[in-house]
T-cell receptor, first 113, second 116 residues
Framework: QQQVKQSPQSLIVQKGGISIINCAYE??????FPWYQQFPGKGPALLIA?????SEKKEGRFTISFNKSAKQFSLHIMDSQPGDSATYFC????????????FGTGTRLTVIP | DTEVTQTPKHLVMGMTNKKSLKCEQH?????MYWYKQKAKKPPELMFV???????INESVPSRFSPECPNSSLLNLHLHALQPEDSALYLC???????????????FGEGSRLTVL
């Protein structure tokens, strides 16, 4: 059972465009929602994260939008650059102490120069 | 540069071999993890050690045997693997407060395992 659903599977964006990746979850106990970025041959790295007490978090060109009632969250990459080409995973976890992070299926982003 | 170091970066082994993957971190983290990642898939949790004790074992076959000798080191011993076990094995660490506390997993670059 996929705890976090992610779409699209792949995304091609022109340089300077906006990349949008969407995720949805069912478990209302989730209270922490990170996004990880993974380049080929590397391990995932935390990009940005949000907690459900805010509806938006922005760090540079990256913004997470969070809709608690819809149980959805999304990553927006503004002014997308070829260097942003990577696979992006959304994830969710809760504070019950279980050290488990539920990942989405991933989105392969390609930014065309 | 990642602060979680994994060795070897690449490993090829036969189904009868015994080998080990090693992971080291010096960030003072007290939770360490093994993940398995197949191509174009998300990481799948295998094991979690918290304060050097195994806290999560996600029903992993016994041909994978984890070991946490101390708070900085994590090993994954491999024996009698199958070709379908070929994957990228990722080590990660986090503060012991749990992922919901600080939330951040620090991943190594992984060990690419091929089983012939």
């Amino acid at each position: 059972q996929q705890q976090v659903k992610q779409s699209p599977q792949s995304l091609i964006v022109q340089k300077g465009g906006i990349s949008i990746i969407n995720c949805a979850y069912e478990n209302t106990a989730f209270d922490y929602f990170p996004w990880y970025q993974q380049f080929p041959g590397k391990g995932p790295a935390l990009l940005i994260a949000i907690r459900p007490d805010v509806s938006e978090k922005k760090e540079g060109r990256f913004t997470i939008s969070f809709n608690k009632s819809a149980k959805q969250f999304s990553l927006h990459i503004m002014d997308s650059q070829p260097g942003d080409s990577a696979t992006y995973f959304c994830a969710a976890t809760d504070q019950t102490g279980a050290n488990n992070l539920f990942f989405g299926t991933g989105t392969r982003l390609t930014v065309i120069p | 540069d990642t602060e979680v170091t994994q060795t070897p970066k690449h490993l090829v082994m036969g189904m009868t071999n015994k080998k080990s993957l090693k992971c080291e971190q010096h960030m003072g983290h007290r939770a360490m993890y093994w993940y398995k990642q197949k191509a174009k898939k998300p990481p799948e949790l295998m094991f979690v050690y918290s304060y050097e004790k195994l806290s999560i074992n996600e029903s992993v076959p016994s041909r994978f045997s984890p070991e946490c000798p101390n708070s900085s080191l994590l090993n994954l011993h491999l024996h009698a693997l199958q070709p379908e076990d070929s994957a990228l094995y990722l080590c990660a660490s986090s503060t012991a407060g749990g992922l919901g506390g600080t939330g951040e997993l620090f991943f190594g670059e992984g060990s690419r395992l091929t089983v012939l």
